[in-house]
């Protein structure tokens, strides 16, 4: 039966097989087209037999899947399959591979003509969408014979190696590079011996300088000028070891999706990538989730395992249908953060009543902490209001859209009045504008 299984028919055999047939039916008009037909139809299987005997005079090898065990979540993850021809004839290969069912991914096919005792490494990318385990299924490869008229079907064996199979989809970390360099180049470090100055007076002391055009005047060094008979400065530094908590929200309000991705994933993702970031500025890291009540609290610290026991916690995070409430949220964090720390408070307020009967809270967030609040623009909406109008309805939907635009950035203006730090952008740039946020305060010395 195994040697049944492989064995596939290609288009090519059905079209001569057609043609045939329709020798036959010729044969009804002309007699003498019979014997034809039959000396045709014999040709055809003797030439598939022998297209058949040559795919199994070798052994082909199973396919191998190389690819990570841990996929990053919202970007492309490469996936790369090592197919070879061991045969002595040049031969077309299609190469078909089982991609999870999750995924939903049916056109994961590839089709490429290998030479005479060759190999060649195929390669495809995916893009989940969602955390957690995933399997994949058999890879399969048919071999097409000299004549292109049967395949030969070899496939991989899913459970020899089902560990190797099966991915974890942590929170993105394939770009934490790029952020990295966001970092490294508001440092500005030549040699490891000059550092940028802080437009803001830091209370990290560094040096004593010389007084340069556009220094500080509050800055001066009296008696070091004293003594050498010029103006000299005191140069500060970035303060450091600063704690630094993003606080996402797990309510109900996180569950919306953006090209596929939910709000929560979004402000996990900036999470994550912010964590990286604060580590190579010398902070503190630390992680709240919250919803009807404090669920997650990883304390702020600067240790090197810090990044993963926050990537942990991420992966396992998910929103649920709870109420979120600040009031709960305001007591957790009074209970475990006693002194002055940077909140980035990830939520998503719709209407400015949600805002005003939060607003208390906020403002004593504010009054303790360095407070930011992270909000996410309604992409969809913008689309319908920039939608062209054809019908009445369309009129009526994109004032609508205007209307609840205008109400977000009234939420926006409502924050910022009563002095509270607020990121309003779109879901695909929150990772950017958190981090160029971040590195902003701290360039002033706020952080």
Known sequence: ???????????????ALGGVSAIFILALILPFMYHVAW???IVLFVVT??????????????????????FSNGDQNPVKIEVNNPYSFATTIRVIDEAPTEFQIRNLQSIVTLPPNSHKTLEYFIRPVRRGLYQFGRTHVYYSGLFSLCERRISSEVDVDKEKSTIRVYPAFLELHRYELMAYADQRSYGGTRQI????????????????????????N???????NKIMVNQYTEERAQAIYSVIDTGRTMKMPFREMTLLDYAINASLALSKIALIKQDRPGLITWSSGVSQFIRADSRKSQLQYINDALFHLETGFDESSLEALFVGIRRQIPSRSTLLLYLNFETLHAVKRSMRVLQNLSRRHLLVVVMFTNTEVQGMRDASVN?????????????????????VRTLQKAGIRTILCRPEELTTEVINRYLMLKQRGVV
């Open 1 to 15: 039966m195994r040697f049944f299984r492989e064995i596939w028919l290609t288009n090519r055999f059905f079209y």
């Open 222 to 228: 009296w008696p070091a000028t004293a003594r050498r």
């Open 49 to 70: 037999f022998l297209d058949l005997r040559l795919l199994y005079n070798n052994d082909a090898d199973q396919p191998q899947r190389s690819m990570s065990l841990r």
């Open 391 to 411: 019908k009445l309805i369309d009129v009526y939907d994109k004032a609508v859209a205007e209307d609840r635009l205008l109400e977000k950035e009234l939420v």
């Open 197 to 220: 100055r802080t437009e803001a007076l830091s209370l990290e002391f560094d040096q004593i300088r010389d007084y340069a055009l556009g220094d500080d005047p509050r800055a001066v």
């Open 39 to 41: 000396a045709v139809l």
